[in-house]
């Protein structure tokens, strides 16, 4: 009985491990946030697979229920829509509740969001805070004030069509000459990666502007 963390890839279906496709042929079933987008995946390296939802709506009903298909020696990988599980994405309370009941868990490297938007930033990354997603009403506020104390580099991913309105608010925390980059569809061909101030970002994502993609913001730490 195992459990697997399986890492897909966030936008180019070439990012994907040789292992993490040997790993979805051989467990038993994959529990998958959206089950068409895990087919599309699996149908485009031909593997033929069990798929089970498993989001955000319904992990706490299902959890038991996996649990136990695991404890009867069955293998299980557990996927996100695009990324690595966990990772702003469902996974942990079905890790830990593995954890707990002596399962073994096994984590596969793989793609995620954070990493070539931090490194491709050009901002210091020996040392950064990654945040999630922010806070999308409630508690915003006192996160970027928070955020803005820090040494470090912040990494936050936020939704695209709220970008323009977080940026505008961190005008009230952060000075408007720091540094910023902020990467958009990244590994997809019209991946764009901004890099300039608060304010040139501002200016490049105006309110009235459509933005589409997943998005990662990078903030260089308060001098």
């Not at 390296?45 to 069955?74: D, F, G, P, V, W």
């Not at 990662?216 to 001098?223: D, I, Q, W």
Request: hydrophobic letters at 40%; aromatic letters at 6%; charged letters at 25%.
């Amino acid at each position: 009985m195992k459990l697997f963390l399986v890492p897909t890839p966030i936008g180019n279906m070439e990012d994907i491990t040789l292992r993490a496709l040997r790993v979805l042929r051989e467990v038993d079933f994959v529990l998958c946030e959206d089950t068409r987008t895990t087919k599309n995946l699996l149908k485009h390296y031909e593997i033929e697979q069990r798929c089970m939802a498993y989001h955000i709506h319904n992990e706490h009903q299902q959890l038991k229920q996996i649990i136990a298909q695991i404890k009867t020696s069955q293998s299980v990988a557990l996927v996100s829509d695009a990324g690595t599980p966990g990772i702003s994405d469902p996974g942990f309370l079905l890790l830990r509740e593995c954890i707990a009941e002596g399962i073994e868990v096994e984590c596969l490297p793989g793609a995620t969001a954070l990493i070539p938007a931090v490194v491709n930033s050009g901002l210091p990354c020996d040392s950064f805070y990654f945040n999630g997603f922010l806070p999308h009403k409630k508690g915003k506020e006192s996160t970027l004030r928070r955020l803005s104390e820090m040494k470090e580099t912040v990494v936050f991913y936020e939704s695209p069509h709220r970008l323009a309105k977080t940026l505008v608010m961190m005008q009230s925390f952060f000075a408007e000459d720091t540094p910023i980059s902020i990467s958009r569809e990244l590994t997809k061909i019209h991946e764009e990666n901004f890099r300039g101030t608060l304010a040139d970002a501002i200016a490049h994502f105006p309110v009235d502007k459509e933005v589409k993609g997943e998005i990662v913001v990078v903030v260089g730490g308060r001098s």
